[in-house]
């Protein structure tokens, strides 16, 4: 996987996640589910379905900004677990977005 993908999603959350728009949350959300699919890690797999539920709760016309900012917490841990202790460039790049999905929390 190209750093782009992280880079833009790191970039954008430290922008603020309400600076994005829903639309392209929801692009972005969809490339990482497409992504993550390929994979089998029991971690990667909460990932996934957690995407599916903030892509849910970005479309609910009554946003729930507090379930929203939980979840966003809660995909931060989640991603940074499913890096592990691994010292290589992807698991850097994968914890520091989840570092970044904890901080926009």
Do not use: C
Not at 36 to 52: C, P, Q, R, T, W
């Amino acid at each position: 996987m190209s750093t782009t993908r992280f880079e833009t999603t790191i970039n954008a959350l430290k922008q603020g996640a309400k600076s994005l728009t829903v639309d392209k949350a929801t692009s972005n959300i969809e490339g990482w589910e497409e992504y993550l699919s390929k994979h089998e890690h029991a971690g990667v797999k909460k990932v996934v379905k957690d995407l599916g539920q903030l892509k849910k709760l970005l479309h609910d016309p009554n946003l729930d900004g507090t379930a929203i900012k939980n979840l966003l917490h809660t995909l931060g841990k989640e991603t940074i677990s499913v890096a592990g202790d691994q010292d290589t460039a992807t698991a850097t790049h994968i914890k520091q977005l989840g570092e970044a999905l904890a901080t926009a929390s």
